[in-house]
């Protein structure tokens, strides 16, 4: 029976990659735009081999259908192969998280992953879970916060650099602040809608006592 392989990547690199893949393989080709089908081809196929280009791989898309891939027990025998325009791969094991099993992953050689710390020149308080402020205006789950920056989940687009207004309650007591993206990342989260999750930094913020006070009013209870 000839090996199931799912490739991905931007539509010009399809072409070249798949030359290099088993050529009696049963290829599904995707494009960097058709993620969530691909997740979808995925969840239901089972292929032995899940090919992806470097550079869709390292994108906030591409880290999230690994991610998503590396959680899910279903898919422990998949092989997640990261293949680089013109190189050889070598293969690396990716623990999954809380199972002690491993992901196969071939890489070209170690990037540096995403930077999702944000900022932390001040202390972070964790907020309760339900906490919603309107982003530019629109609904965002809000994850923590401090004088200086916040971290927010959403379900619409965020990028990097992004200027973003965000207000936080209602009435005459809502706080408003204004900021940029300075990271921001694609989440598929099994059972769940996809999301953005991003953290923002405020800059110079002239509420300061008021982004304490609301931060410290929807504390998570850390018991």
Known sequence: MPSHIVLIGPAETLPSLQERLDPDADIQTFTESEALEALDHIIRTKPLVVAMQDDFAESSR??????RIKDDASLADVEVRVMAKNAAQSRVAVKRGGHGAATAVAVDEKKPALDQKGTRRAPRIRIKDG??????????????LSTVGAQVVSATVLKPNQRVRIIMGDGKAAVKC??????????MPKGMPTRYRAGIDWGVIPESPNVERFAKKHKKDEK
């Open 62 to 67: 591409g880290q999230a259908l690994i991610n």
């Open 131 to 144: 906490v919603e402020v309107a982003l530019d205006g629109n609904p965002a789950a809000l994850v923590d």
């Open 178 to 187: 204004a900021g940029a993206i300075a990271w921001a990342a694609f989440e």
